[in-house]
């Protein structure tokens, strides 16, 4: 990639190749973990052809809507925490605690890259109420700017760019909003790109004033549903549910179905207590993980090892690349037995910030080994 200082409008190009990583929810899992048990708390288990827009319509479609709304959200989801699981023991097996591990990732990592990819909302934040809420803790952001010190970091999320900067506030991190549809370099210049940092790609331009629009929309149609909120973030839409009571979720989704009915170019899907709306452009976290590391000079590679922290379904497409890609880890927080992609686990944001401060402990030490080896 020669050029990154300009809106990339086609994600082929942005990429420099055709990618077509949307998939449905069953084709994110590897055969090891097909079929985990199951538990509350897993991911939505309808097939994410039900849920956009272009399926079939009607009472079918909304119910289709409510059963994962219910499947993701269950009301007793506190009753079988990870920790006191029948199941804990097999899904463990697959997805083991990244602290009790560290040493097997950064022996894995020897010799490489570390390029750190970080979810925000349940991730570096807890998960609370009100979404405009969800502030980080001192300390985090002390352990996330250190981070940023030792390896290129990015912030992924589905939230708009601009206000993840807000909850952030550290310029020297690569932010990618909007499910990766729009990323935006570091403030301040770092040492591990070559050239010009201001990179930035928009691949969902077009659809910003039809966003608008149905952001108007859906304001004007879910007034009527108490604790419902909108969040307008950018390049898509967020229906947050988490304060709406369960016997209207009914009501709220049939709300979301008659606006888009008429907009068949956006589809829906769904995160945890949230309805997104997004453009139906072939574009994701995994897309927004390959452009960075493209640009970031590691497209072909084996000298990178990325690390991709996430605790929703929509980081699945990140954890799908790695996989594939045969490079790095995906780590979900999670306090409860989901099929995943990811390698690893940890079981909330005091755990990620506990991982963050052991890998800058780790590299210190390695930087300070190589000091006295020379000597």
Not at 118 to 138: H, N, R, W
Not at 336 to 356: G, W
Request: aromatic letters at 8%; one cysteine or more.
């Amino acid at each position: 990639m020669t050029n990154q200082n300009v809106a990339v409008s086609d994600p082929k190009s942005a990429i420099g190749m055709a990618i077509d990583v949307i998939v449905s929810n069953s084709s994110f899992f590897s055969p090891a973990v097909r079929k985990p048990p199951t538990v509350p708390g897993g991911y939505i288990t309808i097939s994410l052809k039900k849920l956009e827009t272009g399926g079939a319509g009607g009472a079918g479609r909304v119910g289709a809507w409510v059963d994962s709304m219910r499947a993701s959200s269950p009301t007793h989801i506190k009753s079988t925490p990870l920790s006191d699981s029948e199941a804990l023991s097999s899904w463990m097996l697959h997805h083991p605690s990244a602290l009790r591990t560290f040493e097997q990732i950064t022996n894995a990592s020897e010799g490489k890259q570390i390029v750190m990819f970080l979810d925000y909302d349940g991730t570096l934040s807890p998960i609370v109420e009100d979404p405009d809420q969800a502030f980080m803790s001192k300390e985090m952001r002390a352990a996330v700017k250190d981070v940023a010190r030792y390896f290129p970091t990015a912030i992924v999320s589905g939230r708009c760019r601009d206000k993840v900067y807000r909850f952030v506030k550290l310029s020297e991190l690569y932010y990618a909003g909007s499910h990766g549809m729009d990323i935006k370099g570091p403030a301040k210049g770092r040492k591990y790109k070559k050239g010009d940092q201001s990179l930035l790609c928009q691949p969902a331009s077009e659809f910003l004033p039809m966003i608008d629009e149905v952001y108007k929309a859906l304001l004007e149609k879910t007034k009527s549903t108490p604790g419902a909120k909108v969040e307008n973030n950018k390049f898509c839409l967020s229906v947050h549910f988490r304060c709406v009571d369960e016997q209207r979720w009914t009501a709220l989704a049939e709300q979301v179905r008659l606006v888009l009915n008429q907009y068949p170019k956006l589809r829906l899907t769904q995160g945890r207590k949230v309805l997104e709306i997004r453009p139906t452009i072939k574009w994701d976290k995994g897309n927004a993980l390959e452009f960075l590391l493209e640009s970031l000079g590691y497209a072909n590679s084996n000298d990178v090892f990325p690390i991709y922290i996430g605790d929703d379904r929509t980081d699945e497409d990140a954890f799908k690349v790695l996989r594939n890609r045969g490079q790095g880890f995906g780590i979900l927080v999670s306090k409860f037995p989901k099929e995943t992609s990811a390698s690893y686990s940890l079981q909330e944001p005091t755990e990620v910030m506990n991982f963050l401060q052991l890998l800058v402990e780790w590299k210190r030490r390695s930087l300070q080994d190589d000091i006295l080896s020379r000597d």
